[in-house]
């Protein structure tokens, strides 16, 4: 077989897994509006569930996945940066390097049920915290800072050695190159792992749903240690009465609501990189 034969057949395996993955895209897409778009109305998105989520709307829902991703925002973007600074500025041997990225991918490749039940034996049984939304958001946090963590690494690394020559030439010392040089591109490159792992957290239902949620009968919480309801949550209690078509009709739309917020913060992220990707070092 000739090298162009091999190409051409390369480029249309390329071609066809392209297309068919567009298309299974589109496909959930194109059912999840047409499903859901009668559901959703003003008074869907700001009126109170009842009768287990069979009538009313989905506004707590909708605070409570909000909460849960916004909590592990703010316990995993200092410790992700932290991470990534100190194995970009201190960890110098190889070993110790591939030790460390051996950790995070491990980190990253834990299936989410996983860390439900750490969640729940931890933090629930042992510590007697109890079902809550912030237990819930140290969880989500701990599986979203790989992503963040590596993000903010590769920029770290991708900043010019020149940079921090023409640092050193000016008497700057560890902590200042760090603070004034390597902490500003470790933010930028953080946020946009961030926003990418948030599209992730925010549909996950096995890690929070034991530990974190309740699927009814809750409001807005008073207090750390309060449960929430959330909407991948919502969305599997109505699933389960799928015989009841306004329950389904009422999954459809809470579906479609979740996909919106998953790709807010997804293209979020893209738009954040092609931004960051103009930005000259």
């Known amino acids: 077989m000739s090298r162009k034969v091999k190409n051409s057949l390369f480029k249309s395996s390329v071609y066809l897994a392209s297309f068919l993955s567009i298309s299974i895209l589109l496909f959930l897409i194109i059912t999840l509006i047409s499903k859901g778009i009668n559901a959703v109305s003003w008074q869907f998105l700001t009126s109170e569930s009842s009768n287990f989520g069979s009538q009313g709307g989905i506004i707590y829902q909708i605070i409570g996945s909000l909460l849960l991703t916004l909590s592990a925002a703010i316990i995993s973007f200092p410790l992700a940066l932290g991470m990534a600074i100190y194995k970009s500025e201190y960890i110098k041997r190889n070993l110790f390097q591939n ?11 834990i299936p989410s049920i996983i860390f439900g039940i750490f969640g729940l034996i931890f933090f629930v049984n042992i510590l007697n915290m109890g079902i809550s939304w912030f237990v819930g958001g140290i969880i989500l946090a701990i599986m979203i800072l790989p992503t963040i963590t590596l993000s903010s690494y590769q920029s770290i690394i991708s900043i010019p050695i020149s940079y921090r020559e023409n640092a050193a030439s ?50 807005f919480p008073n207090s750390f240690l309060e449960p929430v309801s959330s909407l991948p949550t919502h969305i599997l209690a109505l699933a389960q009465q799928a015989t009841n078509p306004q329950a389904l009709q009422n999954a459809w739309g809470a579906s479609l609501v979740l996909i919106i917020l998953v790709f807010i913060f997804s293209i979020s992220a893209l738009i954040r990189r092609i931004h960051y990707s103009k930005v000259n070092y």
């Not at 030790?99 to 490749?109: A, E, K, P, Q, V």
């Not at 010392?173 to 957290?201: E, Y």
Request: charged share 5%; no cysteine; net charge positive.
């Open 170 to 219: 000016l008497g700057l010392t560890k902590w200042q190159v760090i603070h004034t040089i390597v902490l500003p591109r470790a933010i930028s490159g953080g946020f946009t792992g961030l926003l990418i792992g948030l599209a992730r957290a925010i549909g996950e239902t096995a890690p929070i749903m034991f530990i974190a949620t309740a699927f009814s009968g809750v409001t």
């Open 99 to 109: 030790i460390t990225n051996t950790l995070i991918y491990s980190l990253n490749g």
